[in-house]
């Protein structure tokens, strides 16, 4: 008997769905994408009506005959990829390639399933009514592809012409970088003003104190801008009395946020767990296609994860609003559903995430989760949970004091404070916020019951100097929110854009905060220079609604990319004659070179600015370039987004760390194991010469990099094969005759050994101090730097003996 044969992206996802449809279905998977465009060449008809001309993925053959041949004996074959564009294109290719696959007639019927959570409600309400491939959603996800092909390729020779071989530009990964940029120098840019806040601590015939900040002057809001200010406001009210002028309480509410939807759970997992983005899609997508969950075995604990929708089936709701008075009271349940307002543009055909059971608590999900996929189906589900609750209550306190100066103004202080008076939806969860904001101090602040025209007694009075601040750098969280509301890309490749721009050496993450790089700097002025409208953030904006309005039908999607085409064409004939040659720059610097006494030059060269002779050649002179211009890194690279496939299995490879740096891996782990080296890995950086000379030969010495950083050895490598040892200025505490050297294991780590060795076999991990211990008389001490402070120790695991660095000891670093 013939079975249907059902297709969808990963073997995670048909194992779950398998499980419900039983045994007159095969499942079977993709691995994601069969066709993409070729990477040699464009591969798209921009002179005629830009038909992409896509390709079988290199190591897709052996699979799509797999396909081909179940397709053979199924009697329907039911495509059932992500319910989203990508998996609308995916179904689309696998129906062309799945065409006439038969052993009798035309070949099965194909069918399109859709579904938001892999359940068994869910995938049974699916199969009742299949339709088909939604050719709307193939044209926006194809006019995507083939947009960012043209930006990628047709842009991407031009930075490797003008600034540095190995560049690319992206669409929309270009804009992100602006917004990175941009509020760098914003940051730079920034004048701070002074400000002073002045505040009072009061004694009321009951505590707590009240301490009240001055708030008006006459009436009118004040602002203190200076000392002198702040000291003729001290003068005014020295001695005087403080009246209570009003005390007003109210009640506020505050309610639940809505579910989540994909950037919203992207921030909120970055504020409260540190995930990044590309962590927290991945472990989305691990909970949506199923986890074994002992014997019930694969079982998909939330919907679809890239959505705008916030909207909740009905069936959703029902449970939840039966969970909350059992697990809650009756109290915390409102009278009605609580409905949300999603964004104008957003695809409600989807709904917003939530857990596929709200019976499955958290608690009872973690023996089978890991400890990451807990803490975000945590998250998912009391975000869920608290969005059917009803609102928190409080009561919001305002006291005002006046004080009456002797310059005859009346001054007016203010206390505010919030009291908790029914915690609602905060019982299950509390949204996370970039900054702390009036509604927290308000918490803080506890007030004494007093009435007005009561007088209060003086304690103390403190003036504070402050200066405002510049906007913070972005973190993960605070891009993402300022992409969603630029209308920049969408959520489902924010991960990727992420992950691009700190591959590609345009920005850096320190503390969590994205900082450009020079090159991010110079690439970013280059491109917006020559396609100011391209990389603008509103032009960015309204080609993602123009997306949207081919996916609706409104827009036929060759006639969008004409009118982009034509507009890009102009731009970038311009760009190629008036785009700056970084490579070719020459700017004086004021500096005369101490080896010719010519003119010191600032250039640009492949690891970013430096300062060298303008004799160059006769004069290879160089200096380190001034300390505001900021070393920059590149990797080659062609197009935005573009993936790398595995040539064994045609899953897509990711970017990996590994002890020699970073590689790519394939996806598929463990099942394949193939590995592939970056384009620009084996890019080993120029040796650095330098005067000293090897002791051995005679020749110079000169500064390398090796695969554990940079090391000083002989320039006449291989023939001599000196190695400058990296000594640390003490003498051995064993043998007394060699000295410690830093050394480094198989594994990449360093220790510190005698340089006498084998005849002196002293080794420590960690860097020793000539100093003895005053405990147990140990010829030495180590330091030991930790998160509480760094210590200098006894190496004697039986002496507890420890004391402080001293501050010349801090300052010296730790290899």
């Not at 919203?264 to 590309?278: D, G, H, I, Y």
């Not at 608590?361 to 803490?375: C, G, N, Q, R, Y």
């Not at 280059?526 to 949207?548: H, P």
């Not at 000083?712 to 400058?724: D, F, I, L």
Request: with cysteine.
């Amino acid at each position: 008997m013939s079975k249907s044969l059902v297709i969808v992206e990963s073997p995670a996802k048909s194992k779950t769905i398998a499980k419900y449809l039983g045994k007159d279905f095969t499942v079977k998977a993709s691995l994601g994408h069969i066709k993409d465009l070729p990477k040699k060449d464009l591969s798209v008809d921009v002179d005629g009506d830009f038909t992409p001309r896509y390709e079988v993925i290199e190591g897709k053959r052996k699979l799509i005959q797999e396909l081909k041949q179940a397709a053979k004996e199924a009697d329907a074959i039911y495509l059932a990829a992500d319910p989203d564009r990508e998996g609308e294109a995916i179904c689309f290719h696998l129906m062309e390639e799945l065409a006439g696959a038969s052993k009798k007639g035309p070949g099965p019927k194909v069918y399109r399933v859709m579904f938001n959570e892999i359940t068994a409600p869910a995938i049974r309400k699916a199969f009742e009514t299949p339709g088909q491939v939604n050719t709307n959603l193939v044209d926006a996800q194809q006019a995507r592809r083939v947009l960012d092909r043209i930006v990628g390729y047709k842009i991407s020779p031009l930075l490797w012409d003008k600034v540095q071989r190995g560049l690319s530009a992206g669409r929309v990964q270009t804009v992100a970088l602006r917004l990175i940029v941009e509020r760098e120098r914003e940051i730079r840019a920034f004048v701070p003003e002074e400000y002073w806040t002045i505040d009072v601590s009061l004694n009321a015939k009951k505590p707590p104190v009240l301490t009240a900040r001055l708030a008006k002057k006459n009436g009118e809001n004040l602002k203190v801008t200076s000392a002198a200010e702040s000291e003729a406001v001290l003068a005014a009210i020295e001695g005087a009395a403080y009246t209570v002028q009003s005390v007003g309480t109210k009640e506020k509410r505050r309610n639940p946020v809505p579910p989540f939807i994909t950037s919203t759970m992207q921030q909120e997992s970055a504020r409260k767990l540190r995930f990044s983005v590309k962590r927290t899609m991945g472990l989305a997508q691990r909970l949506y296609e199923g986890v074994e969950m002992g014997s019930e075995g694969a079982v998909g604990l939330i919907t679809y994860m890239r959505t705008d929708s916030v909207r909740v089936s009905e069936t959703a709701l029902e449970d939840v609003r039966d969970f909350i008075p059992k697990r809650y009271g009756e109290a915390y349940l409102p009278a009605k559903p609580n409905y949300y307002k999603g964004k104008k543009d957003a695809q409600d055909a989807h709904e917003a995430i939530r857990p596929t059971s709200v019976a499955l608590t958290p608690d009872e999900a973690a023996k089978f989760l890991s400890d990451d996929e807990i803490k975000l189906y945590r998250l998912i589900w009391t975000r869920f949970v608290a969005s059917q609750m009803t609102p928190a209550v409080f009561d919001q306190t305002t006291i005002d004091v006046v004080a009456n100066g002797n310059d005859g103004a009346a001054y007016m202080f203010r206390a505010t404070g919030s009291v908790p008076k029914f915690d609602g939806f905060l019982a299950v969860y509390q949204e996370g916020k970039d900054q702390k904001d009036e509604e927290d101090e308000e918490l803080k602040h506890k007030l004494p019951l007093v009435e007005q025209g009561e007088v209060l007694k003086f304690k103390a009075i403190e003036p504070e100097q402050h200066f405002t601040e510049p906007p913070p750098r972005f973190n993960e969280a605070t891009l993402v929110k300022e992409l969603e509301a630029d209308g920049v890309g969408r959520p489902s490749t924010y991960a990727s854009i992420l992950s691009t721009i700190q591959d590609r050496g345009y920005v850096k993450k320190e503390g969590g905060k994205f900082s450009p790089t020079e090159l991010g700097f110079v690439v970013t002025d280059q491109l917006v220079k020559s396609f100011d409208d391209i990389f603008d953030v509103r032009y960015t904006a309204r080609m993602e609604q123009e997306l949207d309005e081919i996916e609706e039908g409104k827009v036929e999607w060759r006639t969008a990319m004409r009118e982009f085409y034509d507009k890009f064409n102009v731009d970038l004939e311009r760009a190629g004659s008036v785009m700056e040659n970084i490579k070719r720059m020459e700017k004086p610097t004021g500096l005369t070179c101490e080896k010719c006494g010519k003119p010191m030059v600032l250039r640009w060269g492949k690891h970013g600015t430096f300062v060298g002779c303008s004799g160059y050649p006769d004069c290879t002179n160089t200096r380190e370039p001034s300390a505001d211009m900021v070393e920059g890194a590149g990797m080659e690279i062609t197009e935005q987004d573009e993936d790398v496939y595995c040539e064994n299995c045609g899953r897509v490879m990711v970017l990996k760390k590994g002890r020699f740096g970073q590689f790519l891996a394939c996806s598929g782990y463990p099942d394949c194991k193939t590995t592939k080296q970056l384009g620009n890995a084996q890019q080993k950086k120029a040796d650095v010469p330098l005067e000293e000379t090897c002791p051995t030969c005679g020749s110079n010495l000169v500064l390398k990099s090796g695969r554990f950083g940079e090391f000083t050895a002989c320039s006449n490598y291989p023939t001599c094969k000196y190695v400058k040892q990296k000594t640390i200025g003490v003498t051995c505490p064993q043998c007394g005759k060699g000295d410690i050297i830093e050394r480094r294991s198989k594994r990449g780590k360093t220790f510190f050994g005698c340089n006498a060795y084998p005849e002196c076999d002293f080794v420590a991990w960690s860097k020793p101090i000539v100093e003895k211990c005053p405990n147990c008389a140990s010829p030495f001490l180590v330091e030991k730097r930790l998160k509480k402070g760094n210590f200098a120790a006894c190496p004697n695991k039986e002496c507890k003996f420890t004391r402080e660095l001293t501050p010349e000891e801090e300052a010296v670093p730790v290899a």
